[in-house]
């Protein structure tokens, strides 16, 4: 189903914690993005890669830090600096040259508490 | 950067009705834009996507539009089933930068058997 997955699937921590959600594909993409999604909200662009040890902020950063060591593996921790840290993460990847297909993966629901 | 504004928030049809869904983007440069569709709590799935060099490209019981001069895109679902409803986002990039997509907020589609 896509190729990417992405773990946990539901993922609680108490405010105040540093936790990492994991995204991985084998589709020999070279881009990565990891996007945040609000209730009856749209999908909003956070981190972007497009090649290896190198990566872009998106809208909405802040409070999120990523890497990118190996081209199948995008991780991305929510620090205490994020203030509403509580929302669905998706992760996504595509081929690096074009505008091409974003795959997505079955997203992480985080929940602070 | 990039602006996509999605229109209606929730649609509401019969059963073999038609729906349509539209979008604008405000960068003139975007030249790829796909539309997805997300069931409750799953991952969005990509329905049909539309390139700049087009004007209208059909995948049987869905259809997009691109009017280029003006800005918009709109999403035909035409013979609707029950199965169709879901929440639909179309989303805008370009070739250049980041590439990354910029998602409108999203129509809620409920289709009536």
């Known amino acids: 189903d896509g190729g990417i997955t992405q773990s946990p699937k539901y993922l609680f921590r108490k405010e105040g914690q540093n936790v990492t959600l994991s995204c991985e594909q084998n589709l020999n993409h070279d881009a990565m993005y990891w996007y945040r999604q609000d209730p009856g909200q749209g999908l909003r662009l956070i981190y972007y890669?497009?090649?290896?040890?190198?990566?872009q902020k998106g809208d909405i950063a802040e409070g999120y830090s990523v890497s990118r060591e190996k081209k199948e593996s995008f991780p991305l921790t929510v620090t205490s600096a994020q203030k509403n840290p509580t929302a669905f993460y998706l992760c996504?990847?595509?081929?690096?040259?074009?505008?091409?297909?974003?795959?997505f993966g079955p997203g992480t629901r985080l929940t602070v508490t | 950067g990039e602006n996509v504004e999605q229109h209606p928030s929730t649609l509401s049809v019969q059963e073999g009705d038609s729906a349509v869904i539209k979008c604008t983007y405000s960068d003139s440069a975007s030249n790829y834009f796909p539309w997805y569709k997300q069931e409750l709590g799953k991952r969005p799935q990509l329905i049909i996507d539309i390139r700049s060099n087009v004007g209208e490209k059909k995948d049987q019981r869905i259809a997009v539009t691109l009017n280029k001069t003006a800005k918009h895109f709109s999403l035909h679902i035409t013979e609707t089933q029950p199965e169709d409803s879901a929440v639909y986002f179309c989303?805008?990039?370009?070739?250049?930068?980041?590439?990354?997509?910029?998602f409108g907020s999203g129509t809620r589609l409920q289709v009536q058997p």
């Open positions: 996504a990847s595509s081929h690096g040259q074009g505008p091409y297909e974003q795959y």
């Open positions: 989303a805008a990039s370009l070739d250049t930068g980041r590439r990354a997509l910029t």
């Open positions: 890669s497009q090649i290896v040890n190198d990566f």
